[in-house]
C-alpha cells in the first residue's frame, strides 16, 4: 500500500482510539492505547518490530488484540494483507479468538460485509486473519503473515513450535510481531523473547515490552482492585498465580515447595493433643498405603526390610467453623497425626472407626486409590458417604488432582488456614517437617499450568528419617479436598462435648 492511500485510509477510519470508540463502541483504556501505538506504528511505517505486552489477568488483553486485528483489516479490506494468530490450544483459545474478533466486527460499517472462511479464517474484502493452534501436535498449514504475527499466551506456547511453525511466517514480510500474555516461569517463550527484546531497547532506546500489572489497571478501573484484592486474600500475595496472573512477576518452574517464608507461616502456637476439646470440630484425613505381614510405625523402627514401602498416614485437623459462619474462610489447625507401616486394612479400618469416634470426626477424608479403594469402601459402609450426607469423602488421585491439591494447599498455607502444632520433637513430627522441606516441585507447559509435587529423593532409612517419603505431607495437604466439603448433614459437624472429650476411646495403637 502506498504512502499516500495509507494515509487517506487513516483519515477515513480514524485513528485506533477513534475507531474503538466510535465504530466498536469498546473504548480502549490508557494503558492499551500505548502499546497499541507502538504496534501500528511498526506495522504501517514497515518497521518490522517485535514487541511483548504483558497484561494482568482480565485487563483487557484479549480485547486490545480484537481490537486491533479488526483495525487492520479495516485499514487493508481494499490493498490486501494478512494476519496471523497463533494460540497454545485450538479449543478453547484459537477459538475465543476466532469469535472475538468477529464479535468486533459486528458494527455499523462491517456487519454483513466479512465472512468466515474454513473455519479459521476471517476475511474482510481482500485482508485476511488467519487464526492457528500452537500444540504440539497440530499441523499447521502454510500462511504468510504480512500485516502482523501475533502469539496469544505466549507462555504457554512451546519456543520450538514457535520458531519451526510461525516464525518463518514472517520472514519474507518483515513482520511486525506481537508476544501477548502474562508471566510465568523464566523458561517460556514470552519470558525468553522479553529477555531479547529488553537488551535491544536498552540499545535503541526503542520501547519494545509494554508490562501492565494490577495496580495499574486498578487506577483506571476501581472493580479491577477490588476484585485482586478478593483474589489476594483468598490466595495470598506470594501464591504463584497472584504473583504471576495479577502482578506480573517470574517464579521458578522448579524448586522447593515450601521455602522457610512458607514453612514459618505454617507454624502455630498451638499444642499437639491426644484427645478433643470440648466444643470444637475435627476431622481425620488420610492417605492410604498397601499392606505388609509385618506392622509397626514407619519412624519408630527400621523401615522393615522395604525402605520403599510407603505408610498410612493419619492427621487429625482441628476444623474452625466458626469463621465460614461468620462470612470468613475455615481454619484448619492440626493436632495430632499417626504414620502406620504395613497394617492389614481390616485392622486399620477398625483404628480409624475408632478414631472418628474419638474426635467425634464431623469429616473423614481418604485417599481411595489403588490399594486404598477397599479401606475406603469400608469407611463408607461405616460411616456413610459425604455425598449423600455422611461422612467420608473420597479421593482418587490423578496428575490433575494432585496437581490442584498442590496449588490449593499452597493457598491455604499462603493465607495463614493451616497451621501446625508446636514441635514436640517425636518422631513423626520431624518426619512431617523433613517431608516439608525436602517437597520439590516442577510445573509444566501449556494452559493447565499442571504442577507435579512431592518428596524426589531416594527412598531409605537414616536411622531418624525415612527419606523419600511424602506420606504424612499428602495427608495433611487432603484438608484442601476438606475445604471445598460443607459440613455433614448441612449442620456444622459433631461438636465434642465435655463429657465425651474427657474419656479417652480405645483407639487401637494411636
Same mark, same amino acid.
Request: glycine share 10%; net charge neutral; hydrophobic share 40%.
Given at each position: ?62 480485547? $486490545?488484540? !480484537? @481490537?486491533?486485528? %479488526?483495525? +487492520? ?8 494483507? #494478512?494476519? /496471523? ?103 517460556? $517463550?514470552? !519470558? @525468553?523473547?522479553? %529477555?531479547? +527484546? ?8 526503542? #520501547?519494545? /515490552? ?123 489447625? /492440626? ?176
Amino acid at each position: 500500500m502506498s504512502r499516500q492511500l495509507s494515509r487517506a485510509l487513516r483519515y477515513w477510519l480514524g485513528d485506533l482510539a477513534t475507531f474503538s470508540r466510535l465504530v466498536l463502541k469498546q473504548p480502549l483504556r490508557r494503558y492499551q492505547l500505548e502499546p497499541a501505538a507502538a504496534i501500528l506504528r511498526s506495522v504501517l511505517q514497515g518497521q518490522g518490530h517485535t514487541f511483548a505486552v504483558m497484561m494482568a489477568r482480565q485487563a483487557g488483553k484479549n480485547e $486490545l488484540s !480484537a @481490537q486491533l486485528e %479488526a483495525y +487492520l483489516l479495516n485499514l487493508y479490506r481494499r490493498a490486501g494483507g #494478512q494476519l /496471523v494468530k497463533a494460540s497454545p490450544t485450538y479449543k478453547p483459545q484459537t477459538l475465543n479468538s476466532i469469535l472475538r474478533l468477529c464479535d468486533r466486527l459486528d458494527n455499523v460499517w462491517n456487519t454483513g460485509q466479512y465472512r468466515r472462511r474454513e473455519g479459521y479464517i476471517v476475511e474482510l474484502d481482500r485482508a485476511r486473519a488467519f487464526f492457528f493452534s500452537a500444540e504440539p501436535s497440530a499441523r499447521v498449514v502454510g500462511a504468510t503473515a504480512s500485516l502482523l504475527l501475533e502469539g496469544d499466551e505466549a507462555q504457554d506456547i512451546a519456543p520450538v513450535k514457535w520458531e519451526k511453525d510461525f516464525t518463518p511466517m514472517g520472514a519474507s514480510t518483515n513482520v511486525t510481531t506481537v508476544f501477548w500474555g502474562t508471566a510465568w516461569t523464566s523458561s517460556t $517463550l514470552l !519470558a @525468553q523473547r522479553i %529477555a531479547f +527484546l529488553e537488551q535491544q531497547q536498552a540499545a535503541d532506546r526503542v #520501547q519494545r /515490552v509494554f508490562r501492565v500489572d494490577a495496580d495499574e489497571v486498578a487506577a483506571e478501573v476501581p472493580a479491577y482492585g477490588d476484585f485482586v484484592r478478593a483474589q489476594t486474600g483468598r490466595l495470598g500475595r506470594n501464591h504463584p498465580l497472584i504473583r504471576t496472573q495479577f502482578f506480573l512477576e517470574l517464579v521458578d518452574g522448579s524448586g522447593g515447595l515450601f521455602p522457610l517464608s512458607r514453612r514459618a507461616l505454617m507454624r502455630g502456637g498451638h499444642s499437639r493433643r491426644s484427645i478433643p476439646e470440648p466444643g470444637h470440630h475435627y476431622a481425620l484425613l488420610i492417605d492410604v498405603a498397601g499392606e505388609d505381614e509385618t506392622a509397626g510405625s514407619v519412624v519408630e523402627r527400621h523401615l522393615l526390610e522395604n525402605p520403599r514401602r510407603d505408610a498410612t498416614a493419619i492427621t487429625v485437623v482441628d476444623v474452625d467453623v466458626a469463621a465460614r459462619s461468620a462470612g470468613g474462610l475455615r481454619l484448619y489447625r /492440626v493436632v495430632d497425626r499417626k504414620l502406620v507401616l504395613g497394617e492389614r486394612h481390616t485392622t486399620l479400618h477398625g483404628q480409624i472407626l475408632a478414631l472418628a469416634r474419638l474426635w467425634h470426626a464431623g469429616w473423614v477424608v481418604v485417599d481411595a486409590t489403588g490399594v486404598g479403594a477397599g479401606l475406603a469402601s469400608f469407611l463408607v459402609h461405616a460411616l456413610g458417604d459425604a455425598a449423600r450426607g455422611g461422612r467420608v469423602v473420597r479421593v482418587e488421585f490423578s496428575p490433575g488432582v494432585k496437581s490442584d491439591m498442590g496449588w490449593a494447599f499452597v493457598a491455604l498455607v499462603e493465607t495463614g488456614r493451616y497451621q501446625e502444632y508446636v514441635e514436640d520433637e517425636t518422631p513423626e513430627t520431624r518426619q512431617f517437617w523433613y517431608e516439608v522441606e525436602a517437597c520439590k516441585y516442577e510445573v509444566g507447559s501449556g494452559p493447565e499450568k499442571r504442577m507435579r509435587w512431592g518428596v524426589w529423593e531416594a527412598p531409605a532409612y537414616d536411622g531418624l528419617i525415612a527419606r523419600g517419603h511424602d506420606d504424612l505431607l499428602l495427608s495433611a495437604a487432603l484438608c484442601t479436598v476438606l475445604d471445598r466439603q460443607p459440613p455433614p448433614g448441612g449442620a456444622v459437624g459433631d461438636v465434642v462435648e465435655v463429657a465425651d472429650a474427657l474419656t479417652e476411646v480405645d483407639a487401637g495403637e494411636w
